[in-house]
């Protein structure tokens, strides 16, 4: 991807530029974006997530 800084207009401008000239860029960071979305933000994914912070947050009590 590209890093553009906040208020920068002409950055934006310019990413948005070389994607639109370059196919092969494009597509590759379309696939990515599509593949991280599908690996870090399913439902599975993030309910592995929460009960993963859920195991943090509640304290661990022994067997009685």
Do not use: C, K, N
Not at 2 to 15: E, I, M, Q, T, Y
Not at 40 to 61: I, K, N
């Amino acid at each position: 991807g590209f890093v553009v800084p906040p208020g920068r207009a002409d950055g934006l401008a310019a990413a948005v530029l070389r994607l639109f000239a370059d196919d092969a860029a494009r597509r590759r960071m379309g696939e990515a974006a599509r593949r991280r979305v599908r690996e870090q933000f399913s439902f599975p994914a993030q309910a592995a997530a929460y009960l993963r912070l859920f195991a943090e947050l509640v304290p661990h009590r022994a067997a009685a």
